[in-house]
């Protein structure tokens, strides 16, 4: 398939067709084939993440706000860290086959980068971003609500607390407190990615990565559960 049918197949999945195409080819650009075209970081999809993470956050609230009018903030809340962590940008990035239209240098080609989950996630927030940019609030909420309406309808009750679950367990099974020790930290001051171990002495740790954090705190206990066979599935 040709770069122009890849284009022309993602935009209809988007719902949308750029009058600004530039914008959603910046949105789909790699720091590595950036820099392999010499265009530097602003040539990426980063500063678009940073705005797309920010419009899903606003409308999933709106959609949560408006759907669940009995719950409580806390409640809301813990939908909403579900709804809008990398994981669930990876699930629709993979609905819309948007590793096909990446623009990613030779080496990241090689090393799967399409199918990486965290180029994919941030990919996905990007082009949502450019999506508002291109079409305004409409545009984006339109893509939104159909790809995480389904996910709401999905959740029954709130996810529970992935940290508290896991102290928990522990407590019951009279081991120490879980620790969380920051592992690694990349990427750009806007956009920090963090990962996180899960520690419990004497049990084999979990891995977690996030924006920030306490999302990758999360995503690491959220792993030690799964791992465990306490949560079968992603909360």
């Known amino acids: 398939m040709t770069a122009d049918a890849v284009l022309a197949r993602l ?3 988007l719902g949308h ?14 720091s590595s084939a950036a820099a392999e075209a010499g265009l530097g970081q602003v040539g990426t999809y980063e500063r678009l993440e940073f ?5 899903v956050g606003l409308i999933v609230a709106e959609m949560l706000f408006a759907t669940f009018p009995r719950e409580a903030e806390s409640e809301l809340a813990r939908r909403l860290a579900a709804l809008v962590r990398n994981d669930t940008f990876v699930s629709v990035a993979r609905d819309i086959d948007l590793g096909e239209a990446l623009r990613i240098g030779a080496g990241e080609q090689r090393l799967g980068g399409r199918r990486n989950a965290t180029i994919l996630g941030d990919t996905a927030e990007a082009v949502i971003g450019a ?14 609500e159909t790809h995480w309406r ?32 920051v592992a690694d930290q990349s990427g750009p ?9 899960a520690v419990i ?3 084999q740790p979990a891995r977690g990565e996030g924006r920030s954090k306490r999302e990758a705190e999360q995503q690491a206990a ?3 559960l799964r791992r465990e066979g306490i949560w079968k599935v992603a909360p």
Do not use: C, N
């Open 131 to 144: 999506l508002y940019l291109d079409g305004g609030l409409e545009a984006a909420r339109r893509f939104v």
């Open 11 to 13: 935009q209809a999945a």
């Open 189 to 197: 001051h806007h956009a920090p990615r963090f990962i996180v171990e």
């Open 201 to 203: 002495s004497g049990v």
């Open 17 to 30: 067709r750029f009058s600004d195409p530039a914008l959603l080819a910046t949105a789909l650009t790699h």
């Open 51 to 55: 705005l797309g993470d920010r419009v």
């Open 222 to 224: 959220a792993e030690f």
């Open 150 to 181: 389904p996910r709401i309808a999905e959740m029954v009750v709130p996810p529970r607390d992935a940290k508290s679950t896991l102290q928990e367990w522990a407590q019951g099974r009279g081991l120490p407190t879980p620790a969380y020790v």
